[in-house]
């Protein structure tokens, strides 16, 4: 049973850093191609990073040059560090498995100086 455990959100002042991390089970996660989303109050959903493979991450305008997405498929985490966050990066955030419809809890991203 594939599930999906974010945490590290929190408040955060603009221009600073966070690091999400997203603990997976229920699979192999070396296998799949993982993301991170998020989703502001009253927007849709969106995606803003994700693996390609093993060497490219692809990576929403939005966020290119700010967060790293990263994985260490030993111990089935995945990662998303975020610097020099703004105040449109407030959302709540998930990870995926880009494959399959499942949608952990989140973690919720408030920048607020």
């Known amino acids: 049973q594939v599930q999906l455990v974010e945490s590290g959100g929190g408040l955060v002042q603009p221009g600073g850093s966070l690091r999400l991390t997203c603990a997976a089970s229920g699979f192999t996660m070396s296998y799949y191609q993982m993301g991170w989303f998020r989703q502001a109050p009253g927007q849709e959903r969106e995606v803003i990073a994700f693996?390609?493979?093993?060497?490219?991450?692809w990576y929403a305008d939005a966020v290119r040059g700010r967060f790293t997405l990263s994985r260490d498929n030993a111990k089935s985490m995945v990662y998303l560090q975020m610097n020099d966050v703004n105040f449109e990066d407030t959302a709540r955030y998930y990870c995926?498995?880009?494959?399959?419809?499942?949608w952990g809890q989140g973690t919720q991203v408030t920048v607020s100086s």
């Open positions: 995926k498995r880009i494959d399959y419809e499942y």
């Open positions: 693996t390609i493979d093993n060497s490219r991450t």
